[in-house]
């Protein structure tokens, strides 16, 4: 039981544990508060942020980012990624571009794509789409070409139509290796987001880096890290969970 426990909540533990050895840091460094912050002096700034509303309004505006990003990514990736792993024609054709495309720096586009559609949403949504597109069409592609063959003929002695065969055996079977895609693409979103206002941005919380950077408040720094964090690993517990919610059949 009590082994459980701490396999559990294992990350916890290890979050109370170091909170400590960055205090001990702070004071043997003696290093000044505008380079390293002591964990009370983030958690103050944190309340101070929460207070004024601050923290909130440019959390919620880079949540807003990411879900649509990664909402928007994810289905053209699927989409896209189904074609390819039905068609070798197809993936000839587009692997070349889709390969060069992550040869690119994300951070080099990202000011041209400013450039391009503004300073608005639209251009940190297709940031964040952009990085989370090919993890999910890679893994979609696998997914579905490890469906064994077998069960194609089966499906076909039983009848079953082209949208029978895709939602009854198709999507089922590669629902696995789709979440882990899914997985990656929800964590990379985060940084997604984050390239776009660092470019260019007066909300979200790479705004706030930016402020906090440039008034050398570094304890807003670290809690704006401290929020990506969350964000990154809420997201990441959510695909989580809908993995144990679909893939029930498997255990």
């Known amino acids: 039981m009590m082994k459980t426990f701490f396999t559990r909540y294992l990350g916890i533990i290890s979050i109370v544990f170091a909170i400590p050895i960055w205090q001990l840091i702070v004071r043997l460094s003696g290093l000044p508060?505008?380079?390293?912050?002591?964990?009370?002096d983030v958690y103050l700034r944190f309340v101070t942020a929460v207070t004024d509303g601050s923290l909130l309004i440019h959390t919620g505006h880079t949540l807003l980012e990411?879900?649509?990003?990664l909402f928007f990514g994810a289905c053209f990736a699927t989409i896209l990624g189904y074609f390819l792993a039905k068609s070798r024609a197809l993936e000839?054709?587009?692997?070349?571009?889709?390969v060069a495309s992550q040869a690119i720096p994300i951070v080099a586009v990202a000011p041209l794509l400013i450039l391009w559609f503004g300073s608005g949403l639209a251009p940190k949504v297709l940031i964040c789409a952009l990085i989370v597109f090919f993890p999910v069409l890679v893994n979609t592609i696998v997914g579905v070409r490890a469906?064994?063959?077998?069960?194609?003929d089966l499906m076909k002695?039983?009848?079953a139509t082209r949208w029978q065969i895709l939602f009854k055996l198709e999507l089922p079977a590669s629902l696995p290796v789709l979440?882990?895609?899914l997985r990656?693409?929800?964590?990379l979103s985060v940084i997604g987001a984050i390239v776009g206002e660092l470019v260019n941005a007066k909300q979200g919380l790479g705004f706030l880096l930016k402020v906090g950077d440039f008034q050398y408040d570094t304890?807003?720094?670290?809690?704006?890290?401290?929020?990506?964090?969350?964000?990154?690993?809420?997201?990441?517990?959510?695909?989580?969970?809908?993995?144990k919610k679909f893939l029930k059949w498997m255990k």
Request: no cysteine; aromatic share 8%; glycine share 8%.
């Open 179 to 181: 979440l882990g895609g």
């Open 66 to 69: 990411i879900l649509l990003g």
């Open 147 to 152: 469906v064994p063959p077998a069960l194609y």
């Open 33 to 40: 508060k505008f380079i390293l912050p002591s964990p009370l």
């Open 184 to 187: 990656i693409g929800a964590t």
């Open 219 to 243: 304890a807003m720094v670290f809690v704006a890290i401290l929020m990506l964090i969350t964000l990154a690993l809420s997201l990441y517990g959510i695909v989580t969970l809908l993995e």
């Open 92 to 98: 000839k054709i587009l692997a070349p571009y889709l």
């Open 157 to 159: 002695a039983l009848k």
